[in-house]
T-cell receptor, first 110, second 115 residues
């Protein structure tokens, strides 16, 4: 059974810092990995999708990497801003379904 | 283009009552999903559909039923609500194509409380 773990559960940084969020998964036979952002009381917004054949994807200040063999993905956020404060979730899709991590709650202090 | 919408946004039920949650998408997506999100347990798949007229069980299907009579709509029903079904329910959809490109788009959620 696929298991997805996100560490740390919570992270607080001052504005302007670069930061890395981690996602690990137990079964490397995945189709893709997707990073989401969730604001309090809201739905999930897709940030980046990395296909199993890809190593990384970039969108603006966000960069996500994927190392299938080691079962790891990282989400790098450059020059963090207070507006980046949210919960970030990763989800891996395999043949059966998508499995989600519990998320990392990020707080960026002005 | 509204994306994925959910109705209602909030609902309070008494134990034993029934209700239907509606999910609608206007992106012509083939796949639709119902998840529940609970603290410390992440998002768990309840049921899903790979096309009009077809549904399948997910990870936690007990106590729920679904129907996909039209491609754009996916209904989640609770026949006899229980306090354990208090949760936030999310609907999602994804387009067809190569499995590695499946990207899920989520609705805003329905917050359900069963007393």
């Amino acid at each position: 059974k696929q298991e997805v773990t996100q560490i740390p559960a919570a992270l607080s940084v001052p504005e302007g810092e670069n930061l890395v969020l981690n996602c690990s998964f137990t079964d490397s036979a995945i189709y893709n990995l997707q990073w989401f952002r969730q604001d309090p009381g809201k739905g999930l917004t897709s940030l980046l999708l990395i296909q199993s054949s890809q190593r990384e994807q970039t969108s603006g200040r966000l960069n996500a990497s994927l190392d299938k063999s080691s079962g790891r993905s990282t989400l790098y956020i450059a020059a963090s801003q207070p507006g980046d404060s949210a919960t970030y979730l990763c989800a891996v899709k395999d043949a059966g379904k998508s499995t989600f991590g519990d998320g990392t709650t990020l707080t960026v202090k002005p | 283009n509204a994306g994925v919408t959910q109705t209602p946004k909030f609902r309070v039920l008494k134990t034993g009552q029934s209700m239907t949650l509606l999910c609608a998408q206007d992106m012509n997506h083939e796949y639709m999903y119902w998840y529940r999100q609970d603290p410390g347990m992440g998002l768990r798949l309840i049921h899903y559909s790979v096309g009009e007229g077809t549904t399948a069980k997910g990870e936690v299907p007990d106590g729920y039923n679904v129907s996909r009579l039209k491609k754009q709509n996916f209904l989640l029903g609770l026949e006899s609500a229980a306090p354990s079904q208090t949760s936030v329910y999310f609907c999602a959809s994804s387009p067809p194509g190569v499995a590695s490109t499946y990207e899920q788009y989520f609705g805003p959620g329905t917050r359900l409380t069963v007393t």
